[in-house]
């Protein structure tokens, strides 16, 4: 797969993230569980807000830390945070 | 028109190898899409309420043989049906949607055990369960026996007699069914309370009167359908960011292919952080208990 060409190049960077993102699979599915709605929800805020956390850090390693990228991750970690408010009940 | 379908999807000079779907601006797009989709819904629930809500499978008897079924697995007694108890569930339920909250005790400084005094039922030991918006009852009963407090009261030895409430109703302008438990111990045998000797029909509990007219209370749980607004929020939510997954699946290995130096964010974190919000969004369970 060409796409593990870019892992390769940062095996660490993405192996915290794989390992930060199947912690909140397991939690997730954890609180689901037991029924908890606002847990699951709390889980994709820490998740999303790891995420961009994880994003300055790799493109810092990288040395290519812009703004237009962290805007980029911003977004995407914005959009799961309004997804999971409006779709995980009240 | 082709050319600007490609120019969305397919990483090439003249978009500087990026899909335009990827880029900040279009993400800000997605999201005000979203979001304008939100205020539609929200919308409809303030200027029409009862059109948007849940539709659920559960009924009184099923909350009953599920709640006996639970504790005789723990070798205990089965709780005998109360229709007083019952009542004092459903007062409580339509006094939830008459005054629009979610709590055991209302705004106005009502606890759970005013009801079980105003539908005449006097106690010694008494507690109470509170669910909305599950879809089953299986699902419903899962919830309350995996929360330890919920679960307490379901197998609570020192109980003796249950109510149960299944009311649709219209709760935050969402329509929804709530479920009420209460529990008790009569305070003496010579209570006067009217204990039913059979099982509950599966749609015996009435609320004593409807509160609300433009409401459908009453004893049917089993609702006409409806259209659930999370259901249409998770759909939306799940076309757009599968969109937006298939586009980077193909833009990274065009450029990886390509070998194509550019200045954006990694795509095949992105394809990690996104698949697992998917899964997150596809798999979240509805439902919440109280």
């Known amino acids: 797969m060409v796409i593990f060409k870019e892992i390769k190049k940062h095996p660490l960077n993405y192996l915290i993230l794989g390992v930060i993102l199947i912690i909140a699979a397991f939690v997730f599915f954890y609180f689901r569980q037991n029924f908890d709605a606002h847990d699951q929800r709390r889980v994709v805020y820490v998740t999303s807000g790891i995420y ?27 959009f799961a945070v309004i997804i999971a408010l409006t779709t995980l009940s009240p | 028109m082709a050319g600007f379908l490609s120019l969305l999807f397919i990483p090439q000079e003249k978009n500087n190898h990026r899909a335009l779907l990827l ?34 499978e559960i009924t009184a008897q099923k909350v009953l043989n599920q709640t006996n079924s ?8 089965v709780l005998e049906y109360n229709d007083t108890l019952s009542q004092s569930a459903a007062a409580k339920a339509n006094d939830m949607f008459s ?28 507690g109470e369960n509170l669910a909305k918006d599950f879809y089953d009852t299986d ?58 000797t059979t099982a509950p029909s599966p749609d015996v509990v009435t609320a004593p009167e409807p509160l609300i007219s433009t409401q459908s209370l009453g004893t049917s749980a089993v609702t006409p359908s409806l259209i659930s607004p999370l259901l249409i929020s998770k759909i939306i939510g799940t076309i757009i960011f599968t969109l937006i997954l298939g586009v980077l699946i193909i833009d990274s290995y065009i450029t990886l292919k390509n070998n194509t130096p550019r200045l954006t964010g990694s795509s095949a974190s992105h394809i990690g952080f996104l698949l697992i919000i998917l899964m997150l969004l596809i798999f979240g369970r509805q439902g919440t208990i109280f």
């Open chain 2, 99 to 126: 005054n629009n909250y979610w709590s055991h005790n209302s705004p106005a400084g009502k606890t759970p055990w005013d009801f079980f005094k105003s539908a005449g039922y006097k106690y010694s030991i008494a």
């Open chain 2, 139 to 196: 699902g419903l009963i899962k919830a309350w026996m995996n929360s330890p407090t919920h679960r307490d009261n379901i197998i609570n030895d020192k109980y003796q007699e249950i109510g149960i409430a299944v009311i649709n109703g219209v709760l935050s302008g969402v329509k929804t069914t709530l479920v009420v438990q209460h529990f008790a111990t009569p305070l003496n045998t010579q209570v006067a309370v009217k204990k039913q």
């Open chain 2, 23 to 56: 880029r900040p601006s279009f993400l800000g797009i997605f999201i005000a899409l979203y979001l304008l989709n939100q205020s539609i819904i929200q919308s409809l629930t303030v200027l029409k309420p009862g059109i948007l809500g849940y539709s659920s």
């Open chain 2, 70 to 77: 639970e504790r005789q697995k723990l070798g205990l007694p």
């Open chain 1, 52 to 78: 961009l956390i994880w994003s300055l850090y790799h493109h810092y390693r990288r040395g290519d830390l812009q703004f237009s990228i962290i805007l980029e991750y911003f977004l995407l970690a914005l």
